[in-house]
């Protein structure tokens, strides 16, 4: 299907861009078009402009500073792969293609949120924040906050995704292992683990999944099952099962339900694994 007619600014600025948005209530900020194209040729949404601030170069930047990384909304899928940012350049490396890595940008990502984009699982584990700017100033808020539902950012009328800041989480261990139908599709499930061990016992652990539900989620139960227990099969099948069973999968052409439950299981303990030998 294609979309149906669209007005097209470029804003000189990003108060340029926000004061464009603020004046017109159905105009969609554009960064990269690789998660809002699609719902426009599937007329899911229908704005009447869409503003594109992939150009603005206050916005493109990533930054590595004492305790945190800091990455301006432009920055693309490409980029964050080659950053070496531990966990989150080896989800931005599974996503789409090629093509969708070169022009897709974290801050177009996430203010989509589609439930089965790779982004949301690592940056719930990763305690990220989000900086807005809008009409009205700018605001930080932790991403588990600005996720509120299934493609529904907490932007209001005007308010732009200017950063994403990530901690640095020194001495952990991570993995991103994602199942796809077909390679560069959005996941039928993904699962971000980072881990700290000292010897065989965890000290921290966090798990966090995208795919299953109608938004990302961690499973604080989980979590806290294997903290400060001795790493073994039977424990890491329990954590498995237990992320499993907090999952909401819905059936669909990807697979039903019970098979995307099941393979929920099967990707968090390869995640817990693959982490482990690193």
Known sequence: MYPPKIGYVIPDNLSEAIN???????AKALAGGHSLIPMLKLRIIRPSYLVDITKLKELHYLNKEEKEYKLGA????????????????EVASKIGDPQVRNMGTIGGSISQLDPSADYPAALLV?????????PSGERLEEFSSFDKDMFTPDLSQGEIVTEISIPVFPGYKYSYQKLERKAGDFAIVGVAVLIKTNGDEVEDFR????????KAYRSQIAEDMIKGKKI???IIDKVA???ANESNPTSDIRGSAEYKRKATKVMTKRAILDALKR
Do not use: C, M, R
């Open 126 to 134: 990763l305690d990220a924040k989000v900086k807005i700017k809008g």
């Open 74 to 89: 432009t920055i693309t899928h490409y980029e964050i792969s080659k950053a070496q940012i531990p966990l989150l350049s």
């Open 232 to 234: 073994n099969d039977e």
């Open 20 to 26: 464009f948005l603020k004046t017109h209530d159905d």
């Open 241 to 243: 099962q237990e992320v």
């Open 207 to 214: 798990v966090g999944v995208t795919g299953v539900n109608n």
